[in-house]
């Protein structure tokens, strides 16, 4: 089984704080992504990366990077928090890109105080 | 463009009855169409998909769901709904065509069986 692994179910950060969200996969998949989810919006993409080193902007860049310097793991840095980033982060991983359906983790929720 | 839409936020139903859960779907090119479901407190997980062939998909859990490209949807079903059903419940849609890496997921539909 493909395991994607979240490195925190939960989380706290002070406004201004810089937050780093971590995702491991263990099945050697070249394409991984990190949505947040928020009620009633659904999954919005942050970023993704289709290979090591690799990344491209999804449909709600501002306030966020990444980096994956190992294919195994893709972060997912808050520059400085602010109270709006407080969602759900899921990350995603995919064999390649002609490879159809996504593996999630199980989810880091994150609230900004 | 691609877009989702899942026009129903929550669906009822008893235990036993048969479900459905609504999608449609926006794409330029050939859809690549997936359900997944999220339990409480849990990341995604997949159901089934379409990519090609047959219009009725089967998937986990007694799922199916049924690819209309007339009427550009994609609703899941399951003949005899479970307590255990108990979820959200997110649409997606892939453009098969372009090959392109995003996946647009809809708002989610959250499903209640009552015993």
């Known amino acids: 089984d493909v395991k994607v692994t979240q490195s925190s179910r939960y989380l706290v950060k002070r406004t201004g704080e810089k937050v780093f969200l971590e995702c491991v996969q263990d099945?050697?998949?070249?394409?991984m992504f990190w949505y947040r989810q928020d009620p009633g919006l659904g999954l919005r993409l942050i970023y993704f990366?289709?290979?090591?080193?690799?990344?491209e902007k999804g449909d709600i860049p501002e306030g966020y990077s990444v980096s994956r310097e190992k294919k195994e793991r893709f972060s997912l840095i808050l520059e400085s928090a602010s109270t709006n980033q407080t969602s759900m982060y899921l990350c995603?991983?995919?064999?390649?890109?002609?490879?159809?359906?996504?593996?999630f983790g199980q989810g880091t929720r994150l609230t900004v105080v | 463009a691609q877009s989702v839409a899942q026009p129903e936020d929550q669906v009822n139903v008893a235990e036993g009855n048969p479900l459905t859960v609504k999608c449609t779907y926006s794409?330029?090119?050939?859809?690549?169409l997936f359900w997944y479901v999220q339990y409480p407190n849990r990341g995604l997980q997949f159901l089934l998909k379409?990519?090609?062939?047959?219009?009725l998909v089967k998937g986990s859990y007694g799922f199916e769901a049924e690819f209309n490209k007339s009427q550009t949807s994609f609703h899941l079903k399951k003949p005899s709904a479970l307590v255990s059903d108990s979820a959200l419940y997110f649409c997606?849609?892939?453009?098969?065509?372009?090959?392109?890496?995003?996946?647009?997921f809809g708002a989610g539909t959250r499903l209640f069986v009552k015993a």
């Open positions: 995603a991983s995919r064999p390649h890109r002609e490879s159809t359906e996504a593996f």
């Open positions: 099945m050697d998949h070249e394409n």
């Open positions: 990366s289709y290979d090591v080193k690799m990344k």
């Open positions: 794409v330029s090119g050939n859809p690549y």
């Open positions: 379409y990519i090609t062939g047959d219009n």
């Open positions: 997606a849609v892939r453009d098969g065509d372009t090959g392109g890496f995003k996946t647009i």
